[in-house]
């Protein structure tokens, strides 16, 4: 049984750099080898951390995450990356904002891609976050406040405790 990814070249539309269909990653003829490392990259992390992903899953979602390992492959190369706009996005923390889950699936393909590419991955720090005591009846709502950017998350479940 066959456990890679096939990689061929096609006439893709303009917009579009590269794409994956089950173990096949497309790239489009024609992209210089800047572009065509970072697209392959970006497509490697859709078929590593997206290939068995449930259809009904968020696209945008899979999209931040080929995007945040995108971003830490080409750190860790050493790279440009002309796709980020610097004043806009911390190389530091391109995970920032996403969800745990998909913090793990970003992790996860960086370090398996950096690892094919001999150069390992360095492992991310985040910022220390202050500690919460927190003392609930089962069953009841807790709303936790996020003052800095103005939302809150809500836990109604005791399971979520």
């Known amino acids: 049984m066959r456990s890679g990814a096939r990689l061929s070249r096609a006439d893709l539309p303009e917009c ?36 068995d992903a449930r259809c009904r899953m968020d696209c945008t979602l899979f999209e931040y995450e080929a995007e945040a390992v995108e971003a830490l492959v080409m750190a860790r190369l050493n790279l440009p990356h002309a796709a980020v706009d610097p004043s806009g996005f911390d190389l530091a923390s391109p995970t920032d904002n996403l969800l745990s889950a998909s913090v793990a699936r970003v992790i996860w393909a960086n370090a398996r891609i950096c690892d094919a590419l001999g150069v390992g991955a360095e492992a991310l720090v985040s910022e220390a976050q202050a500690s919460i005591d927190l003392k609930a009846a089962p069953g009841k709502e807790i709303v936790f406040e996020y003052e800095q950017r103005g939302m809150g998350d809500f836990l109604g479940s005791p399971e979520a405790l």
């Open 16 to 51: 579009v750099h590269g794409r994956v269909y089950r173990d096949l990653i497309t790239l489009r003829t024609g992209l210089s080898p800047e572009q065509e490392l970072v697209t392959l990259v970006h497509e490697l992390a859709h078929w590593l951390a997206h290939r």
